[in-house]
T-cell receptor, first 112, second 114 residues
Framework: EAQVTQNPRYLITVTGKKLTVTCSQN?????MSWYRQDPGLGLRQIYY???????DKGDVPEGYKVSRKEKRNFPLILESPSPNQTSLYFCASSRDLVDTQYFGPGTRLTVL | AQSVTQLDSQVPVFEEAPVELRCNYS??????LFWYVQYPNQGLQLLLK????STLVKGINGFEAEFNKSQTSFHLRKPSVHISDTAEYFCAVSDPYSNYQLIWGAGTKLIIKP
């Protein structure tokens, strides 16, 4: 089954404790992206990757890191999480920039 | 820079009634347009998209949208809604001046009243 998986689905952590949210797709997609969703703000892009080893900042990259060492995986790293990073996070992938994006189920992160 | 406005944060409608969810974008340059739907506690999935050609686009679950270049709008419509259409709907526009990155609207919650 074609899908984007994210782990964990739910995470409660404390300020400053490094964490990683994994994202994996099995569709051989070139393009992957991370979004955060906050009430009333829609989706805001954090980082995106056009292909392996190529990543770039989205609209809200501060406090986040990513890496794309292989095509299928695109982890999101929070080196020192803060409460303002409490949000719902989505990973997405697509064949290219204007093709349909396929979304993961989301990761709900709470930073205390 | 491109921006997307979804004028209604919530739209309540009775079951079997028609609905229109509005989406306007800021730039009249050639753009690609998308509607995504998010059912409760799920990720987003594509409803429909406009890349070129006919301005009336049909999508899944009986939804359609009309691209209006002069009014820079891409409103979503359904002639008769069902309780299963309860979801949040997002309009998105690709921005050719930002490497075709998607710019998202804030979303419209469709509330179906029985």
């Amino acid at each position: 089954e074609a899908q984007v998986t994210q782990n964990p689905r739910y995470l409660i952590t404390v300020t400053g404790k490094k964490l990683t949210v994994t994202c994996s797709q099995n569709m051989n997609h070139e393009y992957m992206s991370w979004y955060r969703q906050d009430p009333g703000l829609g989706l805001r892009q954090i980082y995106y990757s056009m292909n392996v080893e190529v990543t770039d900042k989205g609209d809200v990259p501060e406090g986040y890191k990513v890496s794309r060492k292989e095509k299928r995986n695109f982890p999101l790293i929070l080196e020192s999480p803060s409460p303002n990073q409490t949000s719902l996070y989505f990973c997405a992938s697509s064949r290219d920039l204007v093709d349909t994006q396929y979304f993961g189920p989301g990761t709900r992160l709470t930073v205390l | 820079a491109q921006s997307v406005t979804q004028l209604d944060s919530q739209v309540p409608v009775f079951e079997e009634a028609p609905v229109e969810l509005r989406c306007n974008y800021s730039s009249s340059v050639s753009v690609y347009l998308f509607w995504y739907v998010q059912y409760p506690n799920q990720g987003l999935q594509l409803l429909l998209k406009y890349l070129s050609g006919s301005t009336l686009v049909k999508g899944i679950n009986g939804f359609e949208a009309e691209f209006n270049k002069s009014q820079t709008s891409f409103h979503l419509r359904k002639p008769s809604v069902h309780i299963s259409d309860t979801a949040e709907y997002f309009c998105a526009v690709s921005d050719p001046y930002s490497n075709y990155q998607l710019i998202w609207g804030a979303g419209t919650k469709l509330i179906i009243k029985p």
